[in-house]
């Protein structure tokens, strides 16, 4: 079962912007921290991004100023808008929630950034 659903992957040249959108569901939603996670293929599922409940956010130092997660609680939504990509943003992006020993992860949406 797919708790999460991402979308809003696609193909950019470097430079481009996307935004990328992961609906969750309320109980998921309004009570825990919500975190986008990527993945190349062949290598290990990393850090993106995280806003807690309370709105504040973290990144990673490798998209740190380009990237943006926000999150609206009245759509259940969270966010990550993408600006001034690079080829080494490629990959499969996933929306998780982790809460305690239960984790969430969508489907993924595919990123390919060209140079």
């Known amino acids: 079962q797919v708790q999460l659903v991402e979308s809003g992957g696609g193909l950019v040249q470097a430079g481009g912007s996307l935004r990328l959108s992961c609906a969750a569901p309320g109980s998921i939603f309004s009570s825990h921290a919500m975190r986008w996670y990527r993945q190349a293929p062949g290598q290990q599922r990393d850090f993106v991004a995280i806003i807690t409940t309370q709105g504040s956010t973290n990144y990673a130092g490798s998209v740190k100023g380009r990237f943006t997660i926000s999150r609206d609680n009245a759509k259940n939504t969270v966010y990550l808008q993408m600006n001034s990509l690079k080829p080494d943003d490629t990959g499969v992006y996933y929306c998780?929630?982790?809460?305690?020993?239960?984790?969430?992860w969508g489907q993924g949406t595919q990123v390919t950034v060209s140079s």
């Open positions: 998780n929630a982790f809460a305690g020993p239960q984790v969430y």
